[in-house]
């Protein structure tokens, strides 16, 4: 079975600085997408980021960065230059090729960005 | 605008009085999905469906129901539903054409079952 695990489970970072948010995966499969999502207390899912198995190139959208190492199955993301607000819980998840609509969660990261 | 709506946002209700949570979307997508999420848990798999009239279980699909008669809609049904599904509850959709790289998320909607 795949399994997604964010091992952080809050975080304080200070406003300007740039924050990592790790996340390691596991699956046996060679096609898969790995994703980002940030939720802020309104609660509703933001998508922020994907990297795909076979992409080459790390992700990269604005100030999110994704620092994929496929044979470490590693996929953290990269927050440079926090703002408040960023402050919200962060998500990673991953989609298998063999089912694509369906995303694995991770348990989730809570980021607190102070002035 | 693409979107995924739910209804209702907000849900107070007590032990055992049924109720269904609706989902549309409005992209043509085939993949719907319902998820809940609980603290430390991050968000779970209710139930999926691959298409109209094609519908299974997910990770957590005990004390809920679904449908799919149009490709738009996708109500999550809790017949008799219990404290234990007090959460928040997300529907999704996506299409299964290779390389599209989100899921589309609704709103949310926050049950509490008394």
């Known amino acids: 079975a795949q399994k997604i695990t964010q091992t952080q489970p809050g975080m304080f970072v200070q406003e300007k600085e740039a924050v990592t948010l790790d996340c390691t995966y596991d699956?046996?499969?060679?096609?898969?997408?790995l994703f980002w999502y940030k939720q802020p207390s309104s609660g509703e899912m933001i998508f922020l980021i994907y990297q795909g198995s076979y992409d080459e190139q790390n992700a990269t959208e604005g100030r999110y960065s994704l620092n994929f190492q496929k044979a470490r199955k590693s996929a953290n993301l990269v927050i440079s230059a926090s703002q408040l607000g960023d402050s919200a819980m962060y998500f990673c998840a991953m989609r298998m090729a063999d089912s694509w609509g369906k995303l694995q969660f991770g348990a989730g990261t809570q980021v607190v960005v102070t002035p | 605008e693409a979107q995924v709506t739910q209804n209702p946002r907000y849900l107070i209700t007590v032990t055992g009085k049924k109720l269904t949570v609706t989902c549309s979307q409005n992209m043509n997508h085939e993949y719907m999905s319902w998820y809940r999420q609980d603290p430390g848990l991050g968000l779970r798999q209710i139930y999926y469906?691959?298409?109209?009239?094609?519908?299974d279980k997910g990770d957590v699909p005990e004390g809920y129901k679904v449908s799919r008669k149009e490709k738009r809609n996708f109500p999550l049904i809790l017949e008799s539903p219990s404290p234990n599904q007090t959460s928040l509850y997300f529907c999704?959709?996506?299409?299964?054409?290779?390389?599209?790289?989100?899921?589309?998320f609704g709103p949310g909607t926050r049950l509490l079952v008394l």
């Open positions: 469906s691959m298409n109209v009239e094609v519908t």
């Open positions: 699956t046996s499969d060679q096609s898969y997408g």
């Open positions: 999704a959709s996506s299409t299964l054409i290779m390389g599209v790289k989100t899921q589309y």
